[in-house]
């Protein structure tokens, strides 16, 4: 249905947002350090749920055509899979429902939700029809589950579990909440041919040297490999930074050569496939990872990448990592949704938790 629409006839904008990984990452900390309950809904069929502000019209469809008026169209009221602006409808929808139970946005994440409320703070994170839930009590969540219930078909998935593919493991008696992708890995080792290879200790190889093919051999799963791992780095795997970045700069530009540094990072993967982020109620966060002394650290990927250029002064190489770091946009944005929301969730140690910090 889609795929015969024309852009400015029978839609305008077909954009709509979707929670940040760093979002999600935040609220996860915060909620372990907090001790708040997290719990997930699912809305059924959701783009059925939009409502159309262009005028679009489809054939009757087989078996509900009008005997008397055969030769005429219908006309949409509300979305309908396929359509290009169905998720963007559906979104306006979520968001003016929301709203109007005095939820208000948090900057700036256009998919974080918060209401404070008689000393009580809901939080809805949305991902298109996935929802998480926070709140600082179960009487908060389930206020929100039976308005959600009222206005749409929803599924009460109950305590949080799995997110994108991010599963929750949480200890409350410990305090910690743990986010790994090891169904994931395992999927992708399986779908690579990895699954039953050696392990190896290092993603790269030490003083790998690529360069970019004019070339590229469409017999390698290149790409999609590359586009695995970065889903990875993303979620769960900051360790693989480097190696993702290296690697993700040859996929229009691929050989043998490049293929054999991808496994090897599949190899390492490999040896810590239940590994991911653990966030403590009571200590500062930390990467399982990425255990104390190794390498792939932030500051130890920068200073290897300002060698070159520094050598031999070490004092110099530091400093240098130092500034860099301090002013790369992709660390200071977090920060600009985690101070306000840190202020909102009323905690004193809410930071030491947050991945952002």
């Known amino acids: 249905m889609g795929n015969r629409q024309n852009k400015g006839l029978d839609f305008q904008e077909t954009f709509a947002p979707v929670a940040k990984f760093t979002t999600i990452r935040c609220i996860l900390a915060m909620t372990a350090a907090n001790g708040r309950e997290l719990h997930q809904m699912d809305v059924k069929t959701a783009f059925l749920n939009g409502d159309l502000d262009e005028e679009v019209y489809m054939d009757q469809p087989e078996g509900y055509v009008d005997p008397t008026y055969p030769d005429k169209v219908c006309r949409l009221l509300q979305a309908q899979f396929g359509l290009e602006q169905a998720h963007k409808m559906w979104y306006a929808k979520l968001d003016a429902f929301l709203k109007s139970q005095r939820f208000d946005n948090i900057d700036p994440d256009a ?33 929100i589950k039976k308005a959600l219930r009222k206005r ?8 949080a579990k799995v997110i994108l593919g991010l599963e929750i493991n949480r200890d409350k008696t410990l305090g910690t909440l743990k986010l790994s992708q090891g169904k994931f890995v395992r999927q992708v080792l399986e779908k690579f041919g990895m699954a039953e290879c050696n392990p190896i200790a290092t993603p790269l190889e030490v003083g790998l040297q690529l360069a970019k093919s004019e070339k590229s051999d469409e017999s390698l799963p290149y790409r999609e490999a590359v586009g695995s791992l970065m889903y990875l780095m993303v979620g769960t795997r900051p360790d693989l930074a480097v190696a993702v970045g290296k690697l993700r700069r040859f996929v229009s530009g691929y050989r043998k050569k490049h293929w054999a540094a991808v496994k090897r990072v599949l190899r390492h993967v490999t040896r810590s496939v239940d590994k991911g982020l653990v966030y403590n109620k009571y200590a500062s966060s930390k990467n399982s990872a990425m255990p104390p002394g190794q390498v792939t650290t932030r500051r130890g990927g920068l200073r290897r990448a300002s060698c070159s250029s520094l050598a031999g002064r070490p004092s110099a190489v530091f400093r240098s990592c130092r500034r860099r770091w301090r002013y790369l946009p992709w660390r200071r944005s977090p920060r600009l949704f985690a101070r306000p929301a840190r202020k909102l969730f009323g905690s004193k140690n809410s930071s030491n938790a947050s991945p952002c910090s």
């Open 111 to 143: 998919c974080l939700y918060l209401q404070m409320d008689d000393g009580e703070t809901i939080i809805v994170l949305v991902y298109v029809d996935d929802l998480l839930l926070v709140g600082s009590s179960m009487e908060a969540i389930n206020k």
């Open 152 to 159: 749409f078909e929803m599924n009460d998935l109950g305590e």
